[in-house]
């Protein structure tokens, strides 16, 4: 009988222990991890420009950083900045690490004002009318020596928004919008 005990002690004590950690808020699971700096490395196609960013500490985002990364990210057409949805940052961070490769991230185009947006659509029939783009929450993009098809695939297991395949103009385009693919 004192065999069964403790073997029952045993199994309550591990279950208790179980349900404290499921009941730890989501925030308790964070600081359990070691946080790490998100770094970027960009290529902006159409200016020439490059940019290396470390844009976020592994505590909060850096708002220097975030304001290079706005400038990059500019309507090159317009030169109209626009504030990116730092959550698009994050995605292709995310992207990075998944696909395991630190080569610059190609930029074709970032933020579009209304009207280069609407010039674009006049000439092309895939720039939606009302495109993420003009948010500040989208970009179109390749990276240089993986394959469009391996970018497109590891941003449709993030789920984290947007993603449209466009392996004819060689690019994947991502957004912060619902999650949808196209």
Sequence with gaps: ME????????????????????????QAFATLSTPRPRILTLANLNTGEYLKTEFFDGRRYNKDELSRLNHFFRDYRANKIKTIDPLLFDQLYRLQVMLGTNKPVQLISGYRSVDTNNEMRSHSRGVA??????????????I????????????????AGGVGYYPKSNFVHIDTGPTRSW
């Excluded at 065999?3 to 989501?26: E, M, N, S």
């Excluded at 009318?129 to 390749?142: I, L």
């Design 129 to 142: 009318k009302h495109s993420y783009h003009t948010k500040g929450q989208a970009m179109d993009f390749h």
């Design 144 to 159: 240089e020596g993986v394959q469009l098809a391996t970018i497109r695939k590891a941003a449709l297991k993030l789920k």
């Design 3 to 26: 065999f069964i005990d403790d073997h029952r002690r045993r199994w309550l004590a591990l279950g208790g222990a179980a349900l404290g950690v499921a009941l730890l808020p989501g």
